[in-house]
């Protein structure tokens, strides 16, 4: 007696009242719970059809395939011809798998040595580009500067210009001199008093944060560092990965520029942020008036805006001709580049176009803004001239004459003094706008690559091609 399902003895067997066939009374039960069926005959079949049999303990015996060594073997021959089958299936996919796999790596190496490839030659059009003369070619009347890869402005960055310039354009006008600033009297006793060992050689800038106590200067060496005047040594190193170009305090973020086109942030002496969106060598930075908006300037016809607070490049716009120098105006609504074709061009932050432009009789390699908003002094390569032009009739409202060669300039923060900086030495150019003069104030044999005023126009700061750090005060 053997049950219809599992086919072997029945521990506790029952019969179908309706089919008369044999079952396990735990596997019908389930079967009919689930189904509701006899599972041989598939007629209806419910618990109450099913009839208890009494029979006595079943032993199960051993399958007859079981009881000789013989049929052992011979079961134990096919289990492991199965096995072998199992085996030898498994062996044939996984060298299919390898295969595929092989086959999608030297895939995935092709698509990176083209990827590379490309990148390379992008690199080397963008060089090239960058490298082309333009010449005496001018841009026709009305037409803005070319845009690429650039995109609107965020909302956020519009909207903290916007206030800026709202903020410094109704309050410039009325801004009183501060009562400890600095006199042309007392500026012309200027004279050095603290000069530095050499720090790093071969810097082309120099900022000072607006405490006035920490310079940021850099060398071709591939390192800047935070200068204490009080102290008189450097108290951060900087590390880059070529020689500095540009270097500008943003708040408390040092931010620096090298010849390999890269612009880092450093906060407390560690960077915070790298970008490498010039192709080519960056030539200047400069900070906008809100203090969390930087500008970039280089060889590839480029300048490039960022933002701090989110440490992202937010605009990329190209011009006609490489651009060797950059500043905000103070408002902070325009942008002035210098280019190597001689032509100043002035943005408008917001929209990226040109707003004005104004021609140089050579590659324009310094710019500053007056504080009054009006004036903008800008230098030509090798010159010994400033040019002053004045915004508001875009013509040039002085030519100050200095004798030396210029590398730099800085206006003081009244607007009454403009010092510039040249390897024969330094001098102040003095404005008094009651009778619209201009006078020297100070002229001094200290050379200067970089120049900046110190607190209250108090000392000038000068560094120079040696990377000596020098403080002119009044002895």
Same mark, same amino acid.
């Given at each position: @007696?053997?049950?219809?399902?599992?086919?072997?003895?029945?521990?506790?067997?029952? &019969?179908?009242?309706?089919?008369?066939?044999?079952?396990?009374?735990?596997?019908?039960?389930?079967?009919?719970?689930?189904?509701?069926?006899?599972?041989?005959?598939?007629?209806?079949?419910?618990?109450?059809?099913? &009839?208890?049999?009494?029979?006595?303990?079943?032993?199960?015996?051993?399958?007859?395939?079981?009881?000789?060594?013989?049929?052992?073997?011979?079961?134990?021959?096919?289990?492991?011809?199965?096995?072998?089958?199992?085996?030898?299936?498994?062996?044939?996919?996984?060298?299919?798998?390898?295969?595929?796999?092989?086959?999608?790596?030297?895939?995935?190496?092709?698509?990176?040595?083209?990827?590379?490839?490309?990148?390379?030659?992008?690199?080397?059009?963008? =060089?090239?580009?960058?490298?082309?003369?333009?010449?005496?070619?001018?841009?026709?009347?009305?037409?803005?500067? @070319?845009? &690429?890869?650039?995109?609107?402005?965020?909302?956020?960055?519009?909207?903290?210009?916007?206030?800026?310039?709202?903020?410094?354009?109704?309050?410039?006008?009325?801004?009183?001199?501060?009562?400890?600033?600095?006199?042309?009297?007392?500026?012309?006793?200027?004279?050095?008093?603290?000069?530095?060992?050499?720090?790093?050689?071969?810097?082309?800038?120099?900022?000072?944060?607006?405490?006035?106590?920490?310079?940021?200067?850099?060398?071709?060496?591939? #390192?800047?560092?935070?200068?204490?005047?009080?102290?008189?040594?450097?108290?951060?190193?900087?590390?880059?990965?070529?020689?500095?170009?540009?270097?500008?305090?943003?708040?408390?973020?040092?931010?620096?520029?090298?010849?390999?086109?890269?612009?880092?942030?450093?906060?407390?002496?560690?960077?915070?942020?790298?970008?490498?969106?010039?192709?080519?060598?960056?030539?200047?930075?400069?900070?906008?008036?809100?203090?969390?908006?930087?500008?970039?300037?280089?060889?590839?016809?480029?300048?490039?805006?960022?933002?701090?607070?989110?440490?992202?490049?937010?605009?990329?716009?190209?011009?006609?001709?490489?651009?060797?120098?950059?500043?905000?105006?103070? =408002?902070?609504?325009?942008?002035?580049?210098?280019?190597?074709?001689?032509?100043?061009?002035?943005?408008?932050?917001?929209?990226?176009?040109?707003?004005?432009?104004?021609? @140089?009789?050579?590659?324009?390699?310094?710019?500053?803004?007056?504080?009054?908003?009006?004036? @903008?002094?800008?230098?030509?390569?090798?010159?010994?001239? #400033?040019?002053?032009?004045?915004?508001?009739?875009?013509? #040039?409202?002085?030519?100050?004459?200095?004798?030396?060669?210029?590398?730099?300039?800085?206006?003081?923060?009244?607007?009454?003094?403009?010092?510039?900086?040249?390897?024969?030495?330094?001098?102040?150019?003095?404005?008094?706008?009651?009778?619209?003069?201009?006078?020297?104030?100070?002229?001094?044999?200290?050379?200067?690559?970089?120049?900046?005023?110190?607190?209250?126009?108090?000392?000038?700061?000068?560094?120079?091609?040696?990377?000596?750090?020098?403080?002119?005060?009044?002895?």
């Amino acid at each position: @007696m053997l049950c219809a399902i599992s086919g072997e003895a029945p521990q506790v067997p029952v &019969v179908s009242a309706k089919s008369g066939n044999v079952f396990e009374k735990r596997l019908i039960e389930a079967y009919i719970a689930e189904n509701g069926k006899d599972p041989v005959t598939g007629d209806d079949l419910s618990v109450d059809d099913l &009839v208890d049999l009494k029979t006595s303990r079943i032993v199960r015996p051993r399958p007859p395939t079981l009881t000789s060594i013989p049929s052992l073997l011979g079961v134990f021959q096919e289990e492991w011809d199965a096995l072998a089958l199992e085996t030898y299936t498994l062996r044939q996919a996984l060298v299919q798998t390898r295969q595929e796999l092989s086959t999608a790596l030297y895939q995935h190496d092709a698509a990176v040595r083209v990827i590379a490839r490309l990148t390379k030659e992008r690199d080397e059009a963008r =060089d090239t580009l960058a490298k082309i003369s333009v010449g005496t070619a001018r841009a026709p009347a009305g037409v803005d500067a @070319m845009q &690429v890869d650039t995109a609107k402005l965020p909302d956020s960055v519009v909207a903290r210009i916007e206030e800026t310039q709202a903020t410094l354009s109704k309050s410039r006008s009325k801004r009183p001199i501060p009562e400890n600033w600095a006199t042309g009297e007392a500026i012309q006793l200027y004279k050095p008093t603290v000069s530095s060992e050499p720090l790093y050689p071969g810097g082309k800038s120099l900022s000072v944060d607006s405490t006035g106590e920490l310079a940021l200067v850099g060398g071709v060496d591939g #390192i800047a560092g935070i200068y204490s005047t009080s102290k008189q040594q450097i108290v951060q190193t900087l590390k880059v990965d070529g020689p500095v170009t540009g270097a500008a305090f943003a708040g408390t973020t040092a931010v620096v520029a090298s010849a390999t086109g890269s612009v880092k942030f450093f906060n407390q002496g560690a960077e915070s942020a790298s970008f490498d969106s010039h192709a080519g060598e960056v030539t200047a930075v400069t900070v906008h008036p809100t203090g969390d908006i930087v500008g970039s300037v280089g060889v590839d016809k480029s300048y490039v805006l960022y933002d701090l607070t989110t440490s992202s490049v937010v605009a990329q716009i190209y011009g006609n001709a490489s651009l060797l120098s950059a500043k905000f105006h103070p =408002d902070g609504h325009l942008l002035a580049v210098g280019g190597a074709d001689g032509q100043i061009q002035v943005y408008d932050v917001k929209s990226g176009a040109v707003a004005a432009s104004f021609p @140089m009789q050579a590659p324009v390699t310094n710019l500053e803004f007056s504080e009054n908003g009006y004036f @903008m002094a800008a230098v030509t390569e090798n010159s010994t001239e #400033i040019s002053v032009w004045d915004l508001r009739k875009s013509k #040039i409202y002085k030519v100050l004459q200095t004798g030396t060669r210029i590398n730099s300039l800085a206006w003081d923060y009244t607007g009454q003094f403009l010092l510039s900086g040249g390897p024969n030495g330094i001098t102040v150019q003095q404005y008094t706008k009651s009778t619209k003069d201009w006078s020297e104030s100070l002229r001094s044999a200290v050379p200067a690559v970089g120049v900046a005023w110190g607190t209250s126009a108090q000392s000038v700061l000068t560094t120079n091609a040696e990377g000596v750090f020098t403080v002119l005060t009044q002895s």
